[in-house]
């Protein structure tokens, strides 16, 4: 009989099996595979595992905090943060091609991860958060059917020759599995319902060339968007909310003048797989007090517009 507290029981104590004293190290990004898989492997080895979270400039307002609060402070897991802002900001330089944002940050994240592994001497596993549609999704590229139409970097890929053995204890679970599991562990409910977040984070929501002010402008719009929805019991009914920044400028006015500023677009989906989905019905009402708020309160913005292009043929990322 499967529950979520048996099965965490089994997979704790079939980690303490297969690890004995040795190390590990986990890629811990935040999500909701690699949380839980920090989690059970805390509770499993205690301090044989060291988790290494990457901020590499990219993330959401506050979000590198929240990871180290809760891991670090709350759960007291050995939790190693990098911030890496610099040298992707340096990294991605002038860069404005999708694929070649994509490649630049997904290298550099393993190239980061890897130099901090090395420091952690005796190390013998690494830990994934593979689930279980990863598992039949790389089986399925192996025969030649998986047409890339985006390389999908994430996090904690096992550079060739680091000569680690994975772990990968949830590599049977289904994702609403994961998240079962992840509440009987005691990981909040927000973080493991939370929308899905790319790996190269707002790397692909600054439309081409990146820049840190550009970063700070869409993290406050995005965090607005964000806590709007979740007031009005929107966040729950849409599957991927953010916002996206465009380099362009446009006319605005107010009291004060005339301002020619940038533009945010905002993105709201809704989808079962997110192969197929269409835009967010966001009434009205709530577009209006999100837009108003951003303008008001985000510097460097003057104009917000509403995405209405279903997948296909837009994607859902606008890189
Ligand atoms: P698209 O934009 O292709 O997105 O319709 C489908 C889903 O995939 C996410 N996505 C990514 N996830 N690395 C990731 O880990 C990526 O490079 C990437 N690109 C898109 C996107 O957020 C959506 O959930």
């Known amino acids: 009989h499967w529950t979520t507290d048996n099965i965490a029981e089994e997979i704790i104590h079939d980690l303490r099996q297969q ?9 811990l990004s935040g999500g909701v595979d690699s949380s839980v898989v920090g989690t059970l492997l805390h509770k499993a080895i205690g301090d044989q595992l060291t988790a290494v979270f990457v901020d590499t400039g990219l993330l959401r307002l506050h ?29 991605l330089g002038e860069e404005s091609d999708p694929e070649a944002k994509r490649k630049i940050i997904g290298r550099l994240f393993v190239e980061i991860f890897e130099e901090e592994a090395n420091k952690i001497s005796g190390v013998k596993y690494l830990a994934q958060g593979t689930i279980y549609p990863d598992v039949i999704e790389s089986a399925g590229s192996k025969t030649g059917k998986a047409h890339v139409i985006k390389s999908h970097h994430n996090v904690g890929g096992l550079p060739e020759h680091m000569k ?3 772990v990968e204890p949830i590599r049977e679970l289904f994702k609403d599995e994961v998240r079962r599991l992840g509440t009987t562990l005691g990981i909040p409910h927000h973080l493991l319902y939370r929308h899905p977040f790319p ?7 600054i439309l081409g060339a990146i820049k840190k002010e550009y970063a700070d402008t869409l993290r406050q719009a995005d965090a607005i968007f964000l806590e709007e929805l979740n007031r009005s019991g929107w966040y729950d009914k849409t599957s991927q909310a953010f916002a996206v920044f465009l380099p362009v400028k446009s006319v605005g006015v107010t009291g004060d003048g005339r301002r020619y500023e940038h ?19 966001l009434p009205y ?7 108003n708020r951003i303008i008001n309160e985000v510097r460097g913005v003057s104009r917000v517009v509403y995405d209405v292009s279903g997948k296909p043929p837009a994607t859902i990322e606008w890189e």
């Open 19 to 27: 690890i004995g004293a040795d190390k590990v190290v986990l890629g």
């Open 63 to 91: 979000e590198g905090d929240q990871v180290m609060a809760l891991f670090a402070e709350h759960f007291g897991m050995n939790v190693i943060r990098i911030d890496a802002e610099t040298r992707f900001l340096d990294a």
């Open 164 to 166: 680690l053995s994975l």
């Open 199 to 205: 790996g190269p984070g707002l790397g692909v929501r």
């Open 263 to 281: 533009v945010i677009a905002l993105r709201a989906v809704q989808t079962i797989d997110f192969m197929t989905a269409h835009w967010a019905h």
């Open 285 to 291: 009402e709530l577009l209006s007090t999100i837009s």
